[in-house]
Structure formats: structure tokens, C-alpha cells
């Protein structure tokens, strides 16, 4: 079935988890399932303390590369609706930083394009994150382990070695 609903906004402006989802399963009495994963800014990172973060994109390319992301996780598993929020700008520890919420007719499609849309969104999507640590500012490069995320999938990071 295609989407009946998808959306991505990249916004410096927090978001409210139970008005997302519910705006996302408004009008769709086929939705048996929602799935979401809210991220947030930890205090600490490879061993150093974070006391705050700030996310950096292009926009437009940022939108139309998670639009992709959005098109291949339909074309694998039996979707209805996608919701994908990023937020940009300077954050602080506990701050939301992205939400994704995925609508299905069953749990099993809509937990596995959930899990396939973060390790898509965290290792391809272009987002630079710059943190602020006691030894100062530091850019976050990409883990080894969330390109390991992506191979589960059958993709290989574009920022692989």
C-alpha cells in the first residue's frame, strides 16, 4: 500500500510527541499500529560532558535526502504514514532532538521502519553536530557502530572508510 501520510520538518522549535502522533494518525482508520523513537541530547559522549550542542543542515538538501529515506523504508516495509522532525540550532542536554513516528497496519512493519528510518536518518542524512565540552567545542564524527546499524539493512554508509 503507499503512504497515506508523510511529512519531515527541520525546525528549531521543540515538538509534542502525543500531538505528532496524533496528527499523524488523524483520518486513517487503517492504522493498527505507531511506532515512534524520540532521541535527546545527552550530558556526556565519548567520556566527556556535554553541556550543549548545536546542529547544523542544508536546507532543502536535508529535506529531499530524508524524503529518500522515507521512499525506501515504503518500498520495504507495509507503511501507512511517516512523521520525521529534526531540530536544528543550539540544544542543551535533555532537549528532544529528532522524532520518528511510522503508522502500520501491524506493529512488526511499523517497529522495523522505525528502526530502519533512525539508522538510515543517523548515518546518511546530512546533519553536522557540533557539541560544547569543558576542552571546548568539538565536532561529533560518525560511529562505527551506526554504519554497523545501516549494514543490517543492506546499505553501506556513504561515510564509511
Known amino acids: 500500500m503507499a503512504l497515506q501520510?508523510?511529512?519531515v520538518c527541520?525546525?528549531?522549535a521543540d515538538f509534542d510527541l502525543g500531538a505528532e502522533v496524533a496528527a499523524l494518525r488523524a483520518g486513517d482508520p487503517g492504522v493498527g499500529a505507531v511506532c515512534a523513537f524520540v532521541g535527546t541530547?545527552?550530558?556526556r559522549n565519548d567520556g566527556a560532558a556535554v553541556a550543549a550542542m548545536e546542529l547544523e543542515?542544508?536546507?532543502g538538501m536535508t529535506e529531499r535526502a530524508i524524503d529518500a529515506m522515507i521512499d525506501e523504508a515504503a518500498r520495504r516495509f507495509d507503511i501507512?504514514?511517516?512523521r520525521v522532525i529534526h531540530r536544528v540550532g543550539p540544544l542543551q542536554p535533555q532537549?528532544?532532538?529528532v522524532l520518528v513516528a511510522v503508522t502500520s497496519a501491524h506493529r512488526g512493519e511499523a517497529f522495523?521502519?522505525?528502526e530502519f528510518l533512525m539508522d538510515y536518518l543517523k548515518t546518511q542524512a546530512p546533519f553536522w553536530k557540533k557539541e560544547q565540552t569543558p576542552e571546548g567545542a568539538r565536532w561529533v564524527d560518525a560511529r562505527v557502530s551506526d554504519d554497523a546499524a545501516l549494514a543490517r539493512w543492506g546499505i553501506t554508509a556513504r561515510n564509511s572508510a
Do not use: N
Request: net charge positive; hydrophobic share 25%; with cysteine.
Open 10 to 12: 527541520i525546525q528549531t
Open 41 to 43: 541530547v545527552r550530558d
Open 80 to 82: 501507512r504514514g511517516v
Open 112 to 114: 522495523q521502519a522505525c
Open 95 to 97: 532537549d528532544q532532538i
Open 57 to 59: 543542515h542544508y536546507p
Open 5 to 7: 501520510q508523510r511529512s
